[in-house]
T-cell receptor, first 115, second 113 residues
Framework: DGGITQSPKYLFRKEGQNVTLSCEQNLNHDAMYWYRQDPGQGLRLIYYSQIVNDFQKGDIAEGYSVSREKKESFPLTVTSAQKNPTAFYLC??????????????FGPGTRLTVT | RKEVEQDPGPFNVPEGATVAFNCTYSNSASQSFFWYRQDCRKEPKLLMSVYSSGNEDGRFTAQLNRASQYISLLIRDSKLSDSATYLCVVNVGSGGGADGLTFGKGTHLIIQP
């Protein structure tokens, strides 16, 4: 079965600790994305990557870091510099191309709670 | 002005009724438009892409009005299982999608038996 997996589903951390969220896809998609969703809010883009070894900041990249060493994997690290890390984190992927209809497909998400 | 705006609802609709949502977007250069469905505490799932000529998928019909910069979603013969939050999504990037999509906050739909 092709799809996107995120682990863990729920994650609890103490304030001041860095934490890494996993995202893996076997859809052979070139592009991958990280979003966060807060209650009653729309999804906001944190980082995205179009190809291996390249990534770009999204709208709210401060306090986060990513890597893209493999096409299938795009882990997100929430650092202690992120002021409000508690949120629902969603990873997505898509094919990449010029201006065209490009749908994104989402993983099941990780709920991070920092206390 | 927000890039993508939706009426948050909730829309309380009796089973079998027809319900319509609108969504407005601010960037006239937007190229791609989608409706996603999100169930409570789950990830968004693509419901349908929205094409310039309008498109239909079973009970669902999507329309795009570029002149007025809005898209719509019509659900006919609504089912209890249609209860969810419907996200309006617009690609405002120049890279054809690789720089992410802009999501509305969603419209919450409750179908009542």
């Amino acid at each position: 079965d092709g799809g996107i997996t995120q682990s863990p589903k729920y994650l609890f951390r103490k304030e001041g600790q860095n934490v890494t969220l996993s995202c893996e896809q076997n859809l052979n998609h070139d592009a991958m994305y990280w979003y966060r969703q807060d209650p009653g809010q729309g999804l906001r883009l944190i980082y995205y990557s179009q190809i291996v070894n390249d990534f770009q900041k999204g709208d709210i990249a401060e306090g986060y870091s990513v890597s893209r060493e493999k096409k299938e994997s795009f882990p997100l690290t929430v650092t202690s510099a992120q002021k409000n890390p508690t949120a629902f984190y969603l990873c997505a992927s898509s094919i990449f191309g010029p201006i065209r209809m490009v749908e994104q497909y989402f993983g099941p998400g990780t709920r991070l709670t920092v206390t | 002005r927000k890039e993508v705006e939706q009426d948050p609802g909730p829309f309380n609709v009796p089973e079998g009724a027809t319900v319509a949502f609108n969504c407005t977007y601010s960037n006239s250069a937007s190229q791609s438009f989608f409706w996603y469905r999100q169930d409570c505490r789950k990830e968004p799932k693509l419901l349908m892409s929205v094409y310039s000529s309008g498109n239909e998928d079973g009970r669902f019909t999507a329309q795009l009005n570029r002149a007025s910069q809005y898209i719509s979603l019509l659900i006919r013969d609504s089912k209890l299982s249609d209860s969810a939050t419907y996200l309006c999504v617009v690609n405002v990037g120049s890279g054809g999608g690789a720089d992410g999509l802009t999501f509305g906050k969603g419209t919450h739909l409750i179908i009542q038996p």
